[in-house]
């Protein structure tokens, strides 16, 4: 029973970099959040999508980040050029439900450090 | 603001000691709120959730109560074990598809 699958778990970079982390969602969910964790602000939600169509991105903090949805079993997170206060934890999460009223499954998240 | 926010940041139990780990609410139109465990290097993992129509709720070793009045949850675990060291997260929802996490209490159990 495989959970939501998130590549790759470590990545140092260097600022200006491009960044591409990826997800694969629980087969059958609809929904997919990418989420990003730091010490000082715990969690928070940079986008949602829902059957494959971003619904919320204002959470995403400016131009430089972006994420797709191509097809119901894969989302990719993108930051273009990175920024040493990139450097966090991104979690994939997915869920059977559409408005909010059943578990999030996270992935073991993405650790990004931008030198 | 609104927020979700936690009372403590670090708890120490003794091993066998039951733990009660406390989470406040700001928005009384949450209607369900969930706990996280958080081990570390590893994603948040779903303990147990509180819908608004209930005061408490049990699961296997854990226990939350929701009182409303005061806008306050709490996440008891009995018999708390080594394997439950971890930061433990509350989450409120509005029935939407946005979790409000808290920012989480750290779980030290001492053998």
């Known amino acids: 029973d495989a959970g939501v699958i998130q590549s790759p778990r470590h990545e140092v970079t260097e600022m200006g970099q491009e960044v591409t982390l990826r997800c694969k969602p629980i087969?059958?969910?609809?929904?997919l959040f990418w989420y990003r964790q730091t010490m000082m602000r715990g969690l928070e939600l940079l986008i949602y999508?829902?059957?494959?169509?971003?619904?919320?991105d204002s959470g995403m903090p400016e131009d430089r980040f972006s994420a797709k949805m191509p097809n119901a079993s894969f989302s990719t997170l993108k930051i273009q050029p990175s920024e040493p206060r990139d450097s966090a934890v991104y979690f994939c999460?997915?869920?059977?439900?559409?408005?909010?009223?059943?578990?999030?499954?996270f992935g073991e998240g993405s650790r990004l450090t931008v030198l | 603001g609104e927020s979700v926010g936690l009372h403590l940041p670090t708890l120490s139990v003794q091993e066998g000691d039951n733990s009660i780990i406390n989470c406040a609410y700001s928005?009384?139109?949450?209607?369900?709120f969930i706990w996280y465990k958080q081990e570390s290097g590893k994603g948040p993992q779903f303990i147990i959730d509180?819908?608004?129509?209930?005061d408490k709720r049990q699961g296997q070793r854990v226990t939350v109560l929701l009182n409303k009045t005061v806008k306050h949850l709490s996440l008891q675990i009995a018999a708390t074990q080594p394997g439950d060291s971890a930061v433990y997260f509350c989450?409120?929802?509005?029935?939407?598809?946005?979790?409000?996490f808290g920012t989480g209490t750290r779980l030290k159990v001492l053998a």
């Open positions: 087969s059958g969910h609809n929904s």
């Open positions: 999460a997915s869920s059977l439900s559409q408005g909010g009223t059943g578990e999030l499954f």
């Open positions: 989450a409120e929802n509005r029935g939407t598809y946005k979790y409000i």
């Open positions: 928005n009384s139109a949450s209607d369900y």
């Open positions: 999508f829902n059957n494959n169509v971003p619904i919320d």
């Open positions: 509180i819908r608004s129509n209930m």
